[in-house]
Structure formats: C-alpha cells, structure tokens
C-alpha cells in the first residue's frame, strides 16, 4: 500500500475527494432508524486517511468553511427572525435550556475530566450534533496565543472528539426522542399524533398520507336530486378545502353566481384538496355520479409561488385565508403547498402560517394574481446565482470577525465564522422580504452549504488522523459516555418543561426536541412512530433558532474552557 500513500500524499486533492465518496456512500447506510450522513462519514473517511500523512494547504480549508456558514446563514435567516415572535419564542425556550445545560455539562466535564479547550469544543459539537460549531471552534483556537504547534493539536482534539460524540450522541437523541420519551410521558404518541392531527382539521385515513396520493383533485358530479341546493351551499360543505369551478346545464356551460340554484341533471366540477372534496361528497345527499373527466368544463388552473409578506396572514390558519367579510384570498384560490424552511408543513384547515412560508397557489389566472399581491410577492426562479452578493456577504463577515470585546480577562469575538453566520443571516432574511430580486436559488445555497462544510471537515479530518488514535487511548469510553450525557441530559430538560410547564402535545414537544438537537435523523424516527407529520410543527421553530445559536457557541466554549482548564 506504500504507493497508494506517495500518490495521495503527493496530489492531496485526490484524498479530498476519495473521502468525500467514500463518506457520503458510507453515511447513506441506515441502521433501522439510524443514518450517519454524510457529513459525518466523510469525518470518518478523513481520519482514516490522515492516518497516510495526507494534508491540504489551510486556506482551502478557511475558505469553504466560509462559503459554508455563510450559506448556513443565508438559508435559515428567514425562519431564524420569523420565529422571533411570542409563539417562536415560547418555543424557542427549549433551545436556551439546550446551550445553557450543554455549556454547564462540557465545562463540568472540563473540569472534572481535565480536557484541553479542543476537546471541550469537540464534545459539545458532536453531542449536540452541530457540524459548525466545529469550524467556529476551530477558528477560534486559531487566535488563541499559543505555539503553532499546540494550537494544531487543540483543533485536531476538536475533529476527534467530534467524531466519537457524534456518533453516540446521534444514535441517542434518535431513540430516546422515539422510544423513550413517550414511556415517560405515558402517552401513546400514535394516538396522540392522530389526536392533534384530527383536532386541526385533518382526517384520521389521511394522517399516513403517501406522495402516490395527489393533494390537489378535480371531480365532476352529476345533481340527482337536490334540486333547489345553492353553489353557496356546497361550497360551504368543502369547508374552505375546495371550491365549484364550473357548472353545465342542458350540455352549455353556464355563468354561475353563489345564490345559483342546482336543477336536476346539472353537472358541477368541484376542485379542492382531495380531503375536503371526499368529505363533501360523503356527506352530500343528492350528488350523483361521480367522473373524474373535468374536459368538458375546459377549465385552466394556474399555480404561483409566493414568499408570506402580509403581516396580516401572519398566525391565521389556512381556513381563515378565505374566511371572514374581508378575506384574504378567495374560496376559488387553493393552497397547494406550504414550506417552511427545507421542512413541507401538513396542509391541515388549522396550520397557522408564518411570515417568511413559502406558498403555493392554484387557481384561475383572473383570481390567482390578486390572491398573490394580497399575501405576499411572487418567488423569483431562476438558476442564476449572485456571486457578488454572496462575496460581498462573506467579506463583511470576515471584516466583523476580526473585532473583539473583554468580559473580564476574557477576549470575546465572532471570529470570522460567526460574522459569516451573521452577514448570512442578514442577508437571507432580506432576500426574504424581497424575493422578487435576483439572488442566491436555494438549491445554490444547499449546494455552497453541502459542499463547503464537507470539504472543509474532510480538511480537518486528514490533518487531525495522526493525533485522532492518541486521544482514543488516553481518554477511551469516559468521552462515549459523556457524549450520551450530554444528549440525553438537556433533552430530558426540555421534556419536564415542556410537559409539565408549557404544556405543549406530545408530537409538537417531541418534534422541538428534536429540533433543538438540529437532528434530522431524531425527526424522522419520531415521525415515523406518530404516524403523521405534526411533529414538524416544534421542529421548524427549534431548529431555525439552534441552527443559528448552537454555532455562535464555539468561540464562547473555547474561552469559557480555556478559563476552566486553566489556559
């Protein structure tokens, strides 16, 4: 194997991307409930690769971190000041008992364990399951005024450190938040999920919902016998989930108003969401014949994204849009998707919308541009990227960075990679507003993101693989162990306030916890054992705030450790 090692350590940048195939192939194996990533398989990849002696110039690692926590910014800024509101906030509580109880449980480890600043770092990464905190920490022993040689060693503790806690930390919050949680709550989260999915206007038959299954759907029925029904009328029986598109008598299509009356033989086209028309057409008497052939009405349905602007659709539910003498979208204009973040939220008649969802309308092109100006601006889509906007954003991050403050004799700052994180976030919570402008297309973003956090822990992994089995021996299972602690410790914080204090269901306190922990792994699990995805509706509003303060706490935890270890 010895020229498999010269080649490697003499073109680095084939090491670079064997580990990042090798990692990403690796993280896509599921164990049950459990998936690596691919994030963190290409970690382990590295480490065993620097084991040859592979390294790469520093700078290549500085810079893709830096395209990744700008992106990191960018993408979560919209949700991050979206959810700075009393109800965000009100949830956002359990993100606080998360860094305040990680913070105290790695200092106490610190202290009692004697762990250098690197390690310190590296067990709050993994057992919070936070990437970025790793490049923040990273960065901010960088500045720290010790030899060269010392300070490499504390970054490479960081990555190893990382890689252990992560992997037992992830495979904890996964199970407890699935299995465990519920034992002590005493509740069958199933039931429970069915609960809260029925009491927001679902149907039970529909809370496993498959994609095979077309959220949007047109039928034609035939009147039969009631004669003497108004449009007003079956309308009303969709329950703002659908609205009559069109009307033929005696083989003519005719104008209709809601105080049209319905003659036996009328065929009316109904289209709504697929809940709301199987309703109506249960429990209306008189509909006859049902057809899914809408030809005959020659009916044309156009669909419009939009970014939610409207402050005054801000908390009122997808049934309220259309209610109301004032409303803000007509009972013809439908719903057809709500985003929120990277996460597709469950088109119940009771979600409340957030400032900053992503919208999709469908409707008649006559109806469907007011509906758009009421509630927000159109979505630009475009595949071109603004390079200078996300250059620009990463200098002033950089340029932030470099300023510091003393708290005592302690000398805080951003470091670059936490005003990366900030310019990011500024700048994609102004997109937002504006998305109408030409910017950075979220498949850009997730790509600078996926990519430029990859490549930058393939970079450290290759320069931390000869010191990584020297931290393995002299601490051994105590890091494991503590990386379990520290999962299960603040999410079991979470749960009693929670429960008992904030009174929060199941699925929505369970789902936050997850969010908390930034583990989308952990959400999967509990979704799946819920059987809907009301989960989703904590994990949005936790995972936008932890995403943005968990990496913040990098520079915090390398000075705090640093004062505890006695550095």
Not at 18 to 28: F, K, N, T
Not at 130 to 139: K, Y
Not at 140 to 150: F, H, R, T, V, Y
Not at 479 to 500: D, E, K, Q, T
């Amino acid at each position: 194997m010895g020229w498999v090692g010269d080649v490697l350590r003499a073109h680095p940048e084939i090491a670079l991307f064997l580990c990042l195939s090798i990692g990403y192939a690796v993280g896509q194996i599921r164990f049950g409930p459990i998936q690596l990533g691919g994030i963190c398989g290409t970690l382990i990849a590295a480490l065993l690769v620097g084991q040859l002696g592979v390294t790469l110039e520093a700078n290549v690692k500085n810079v893709f971190f830096m395209l990744f926590i700008f992106a990191l910014g960018y993408a979560g800024g919209p949700q991050f000041f979206a959810n700075l509101n009393a109800k965000g906030l009100r949830i956002g509580l359990l993100c606080l008992i998360e860094v305040v109880v990680v913070l105290a449980l790695v200092l106490a480890a610190t202290h009692f364990m004697k762990l250098d600043v690197g390690t310190a770092a590296g067990l709050m990464a993994g057992a919070a399951t936070e990437s970025a905190v790793v490049g923040t920490a990273t960065d901010a022993i960088s500045k720290l005024a010790l030899p060269a040689e010392q300070i490499h060693q504390l970054q490479a503790n960081v990555v190893t450190a990382y890689s252990i806690t992560y992997i037992f930390g992830l495979i904890t919050i996964v199970v407890v938040t699935s299995q465990v949680f519920p034992l002590i709550l005493r509740v069958n989260l199933r039931e429970e999920a069915e609960k809260l999915w029925k009491a927001m206007g679902g149907r039970e038959e529909d809370s496993g919902t498959s994609a095979a299954a077309p959220e949007l759907v047109g039928r034609v029925y035939e009147i039969t016998s009631d004669a003497g029904g108004t449009v007003a009328r079956l309308d009303e029986r969709l329950l703002a989930g659908g609205s009559m598109q069109g009307l033929i008598r005696g083989g003519q299509r005719i104008d209709f108003t809601p105080d049209t009356r319905f003659e036996v033989g009328d065929r009316v086209l109904v289209v709504g969401h697929r809940r709301a028309v199987v309703d109506m057409a249960t429990a209306a008497a008189g509909l006859g014949r049902e057809s899914a052939d809408t030809g005959d009405f020659g009916l044309v349905l156009q669909s419009a994204d939009l970014v939610l602007r409207n402050k005054a659709a801000q908390g009122q539910s997808l049934r309220q849009l259309s209610e109301g003498s004032r409303p803000l979208v007509g009972r013809s204009v439908l719903v057809a998707r709500v985003e929120r973040g990277t996460q597709l939220m469950p088109l119940l008649p009771e979600l409340t919308l957030q400032l900053g969802d992503k919208l999709q309308l469908v409707g008649t092109a006559q109806e469907l541009a007011p509906a758009v100006a009421a509630l927000g601006e159109p979505v630009l889509k475009s595949s071109k990227t603004n390079i200078a906007l996300a250059s620009i954003g990463i200098v002033l991050g950089v340029w932030i960075g470099m300023f510091s403050a003393k708290f005592g004799s302690i000398a805080m700052s951003l470091g670059t990679g936490g005003g990366a994180l900030l310019t990011g976030l500024v700048f994609g919570w102004y997109q937002a507003r504006h998305p109408s402008r030409l910017s950075i297309p979220e498949d850009a973003a997730g790509l600078l993101k996926d990519i430029g956090l990859a490549t930058f822990i393939a970079c450290v992994g290759l320069a931390s693989g000869p010191q990584a089995l020297d931290l393995v021996r002299k601490y051994g299972v105590s890091l494991p162990l503590m990386g379990v602690a520290i999962a299960v410790i603040p999410a079991f914080c979470s749960l009693l306030v929670g429960h008992r204090l904030l009174k929060f269901e199941a699925p929505v306190l369970l789902g936050a916890i997850a969010g908390q922990q930034c583990s989308t792994p952990a959400l999967s699990a509990i979704q799946s054992a819920a059987g809907n995805t009301t989960p989703l509706l904590g994990y949005t509003i936790t995972y936008a705030i932890s995403n943005v303060i968990l990496p913040l706490m990098g520079p915090i935890i390398v000075a705090l450790a640093g004062l505890v270890a006695g550095h």
